[in-house]
């Protein structure tokens, strides 16, 4: 068999190859701990000023109200991609593919939105603008998902605030890349798979048992990523990796159990795509490799997974739970 992996990377001239270590741990751990002496210079994330999500970077637009008045005219299958009535809860919302979806909910028809997140300043000007644009209540939630008791708190006062959650997207996630498994700290490993696995089986845990006392059902969506299926390279990013495998077979497993409370569990697996977490000036060569991985050449714009979200969130997929489906430009068919 061909290997295109190799093929490209020996095509590739030496400015596009990988660049020195990148360490984005976005969210400090929960009690300080040390972090490990990187090899070579380390690029940290700089936090976005807050300001309108519109010149922030994401993506250039505003969401647009959904109008209601239009619902009756629909025919019934593009009725079923419509999400009147249904409150969501978004984590990580407060931007990146999270703030994306979140806007999409709104365009589809949502009723409430509740953004979770640690960035309080993104968060509440993110809920601020979705409320203004979208016209539907919207509120910012700070909430680390890796705690247990907050999660809780947070999803009975979201209940108590915007009504029973319907939908949830569990976009919440950090990533150290560039980390040779041989040096990788044990603390900064735990705390990944934290965040990016038990902060989203808590909140999804959460939010089921509202939903199975409401007994009206949902759909639970889990981000995991081509990284949980194919090792990534040139970048060593061994605890990722392993938590997104995780996350794909957590929301499977889901799947099965909550299927009989009519709620559906599905996992989006994206390539990669051009949010603030890769958007870094050491990764522009790094960036022009992956794009030369991918078929259609380029990266995923933010709002590139808004569709599959709604669908997910929808009735139109009533008949979907445990899948994990890609978006990734192709990436996975080499
Ligand atoms: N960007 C990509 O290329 C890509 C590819 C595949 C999968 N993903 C996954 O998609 C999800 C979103 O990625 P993104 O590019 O939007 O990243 P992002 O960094 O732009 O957004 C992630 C958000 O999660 C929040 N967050 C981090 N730790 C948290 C915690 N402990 N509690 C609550 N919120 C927390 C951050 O504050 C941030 O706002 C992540 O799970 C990521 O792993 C991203």
């Not at 522009?284 to 991918?294: L, R």
Request: glycine fraction near 8%.
């Amino acid at each position: 068999m061909i290997n295109l992996t190799r093929r490209l990377r020996h095509r590739l001239p030496p400015s596009l190859l990988p660049t020195p270590i990148l360490n984005r741990a976005l969210s400090a751990p929960i009690t300080p701990t040390p972090k490990p002496k990187p090899e070579v210079p380390v690029a940290r994330h700089t936090e976005p000023k807050p300001q309108r999500r519109s010149g922030a970077g994401d993506v250039g637009r505003e969401a647009v109200a959904f109008d209601g008045g239009v619902v009756p005219g629909l025919t019934p299958t593009m009725a079923r991609f419509t999400l009147g009535g249904k409150v969501a809860v978004v984590t990580g919302g407060a931007r990146g593919l999270g703030w994306n979806m979140s806007q999409a909910l709104a365009e589809a028809g949502a009723q409430a939105i509740a953004l979770i997140d640690v960035k309080q300043d993104l968060g509440d000007a993110a809920a601020a603008e979705l409320h203004s644009t979208a016209g539907i209540p919207v509120r910012f939630y700070r909430v680390d998902v890796r705690d247990a008791k907050a999660v809780a708190d947070a999803v009975a006062q979201i209940t108590s605030d915007l009504g029973s959650v319907d939908i949830v997207i569990n976009s919440a996630g950090v990533v150290d890349s560039n980390i040779k498994a041989e040096t990788y700290d044990a603390a900064m490993f735990r705390n990944l798979l934290d965040v990016n696995l038990t902060g989203s089986f808590l909140v999804s845990q959460a939010c089921a048992r509202h939903m199975i006392t409401a007994r009206a059902g949902g759909s639970i969506i889990f981000l995991s990523s081509i990284a949980g299926s194919r090792v990534l390279h040139p970048q060593q990013q061994c605890a990722y990796n392993a938590s997104k495998a995780a996350v794909a077979q957590l929301a499977k497993s889901l799947a099965a159990e909550w299927a009989p409370h009519s709620i559906r569990v599905n996992t989006i697996a994206p390539g990669y795509m051009d949010t603030a977490l890769n958007r870094e000036a050491l990764l522009e060569g790094q960036k022009k490799h992956w794009s030369a991985m991918t078929p259609m050449g380029r990266l995923g714009r933010p709002d590139e997974l808004n569709g599959l979200a709604v669908f997910l969130a929808s009735d139109a997929s009533g008949f979907v739970t445990g899948a994990e489906i890609l978006a990734d430009g192709g990436y996975a068919v080499y």
